[in-house]
């Protein structure tokens, strides 16, 4: 059995464009309680050196980025070469993102 110090550890290095209910899932909390976590709601205080995500990083999608294109259900992709916008969550280490509309 894991210790709970292992568990908001395993949250807190996810990674950003991983679904929290899939985060959720992998460690067996709630999408809430892990949500907290991830945003340091909850165990604040606890591996104070990892960096939190905000709430904002947690809404982002490529879908909603400037830089991202969709022709068809099946064929979308970054303009700026981020291969992992091709499932449409963000992409790691994308400091590029703009909101679509905000330009």
Do not use: H
């Not at 395993?10 to 067996?28: F, H, K, S, W, Y």
């Not at 905000?54 to 979308?76: A, L």
């Not at 303009?79 to 449409?88: Q, W």
């Amino acid at each position: 059995m894991r210790s709970s110090d292992d568990v908001v550890l395993a949250v807190l290095n996810a990674p950003v464009e991983m679904r929290t209910a899939d985060i959720a899932r992998q460690v067996g909390l709630s999408t809430e309680s892990t949500r907290k976590i991830r945003i340091g709601e909850s165990y604040v205080n606890l591996f104070p050196k990892v960096d939190r995500i905000t709430q904002e990083q947690m809404s982002r999608t490529c879908e909603s980025c400037e830089f991202f294109q969709r022709t068809s259900k099946r064929k979308s992709w970054c303009n700026l070469g981020y291969p992992e916008a091709c499932n449409s969550r963000f992409a790691r280490g994308c400091g590029a993102y703009t909101q679509r509309g905000a330009a």
